[in-house]
Structures are given as C-alpha cells and as structure tokens.
Nanobody, 126 residues
Framework: VQLVESGGGSVQAGGSLRLSCAASGYTSRSYCMGWFRQAPGKEREGVARIATGSGNTYYADSVRGRFTISQDNAKRVVYLEINSLKPEDTAMYLC?????????????????????WGQGTQVTVS
C-alpha cells in the first residue's frame, strides 16, 4: 500500500487549503483512512478519519468545525479541507491507512490504528 499526499503550502492565516492523499495497492474498498499532523518537537496528532466503506467520519475536538475529511472512493483519494487556517495549524500533515492487522488497535485517531503512512505534505501558516 502506498499513500501520497499533496496540496500543502504556505498560506496566510484565515486562508484555506485542500490536502489530498492518493492510495494505491489496497485491494479492499473498505478501510479506514486518517489524517495526522506533526509539528516540530510535538507528538503526532490525529485530526480526522474516514471509513471508506460507509463514509463515516470522525474529528479531533481541536479541529472539528474547521477541518473536513472527504473521499473520492472511485479514485481512492481522501481529502482534508482546512478552513480558517491558524499559525498553530503549521505542521507536516500525513495520511495513513489501517490494515486488517492494525484495525481495532488503539483509538480511531491514534497512530496504532494505522499501518501504512505517507511521507507527508507541509502546511505553513503565517
């Protein structure tokens, strides 16, 4: 399974970005995709996840209302739209996918739930 993120960049506070995560190599159409972020010196934080089969979504309290996770299941692409960007949103944003082996481990926004990770896309807000 390969995950490739794109869409990051440098934006001014108050702006918006849409991040994309393209997945390949996954034979199942039903799995869980999550978006995480990690700022320098901080722990990786799960911000949103989507169950690709049902479309069910879940958000961290810290981002609920500003972040929206969505998918194009036919293209196997998951998006993260970020609105009203704040300087504290500055981080590397990574997408992740679970596997039958990792599913059910930890919380739905915890790193243990996810086996496959992308390289990340940088978001910088000034």
């Amino acid at each position: 399974v390969q995950l490739v993120e794109s869409g990051g960049g440098s934006v001014q506070a108050g702006g918006s970005l849409r991040l994309s995560c393209a997945a390949s190599g996954y034979t199942s159409r039903s799995y869980c995709m999550g978006w995480f972020r990690q700022a320098p010196g901080k722990e990786r934080e799960g911000v949103a996840r989507i169950a690709t089969g049902s479309g069910n979504t879940y958000y961290a309290d810290s981002v609920r209302g500003r972040f929206t996770i969505s998918q194009d299941n036919a293209k196997r692409v998951v998006y993260l739209e970020i609105n009203s960007l704040k300087p504290e949103d500055t981080a590397m944003y990574l997408c992740a996918a679970d596997s039958p082996g990792s599913r059910g481990m930890g919380s739905s926004l915890g790193t243990r739930r996810y086996e496959y990770w992308g390289q990340g896309t940088q978001v910088t807000v000034s």
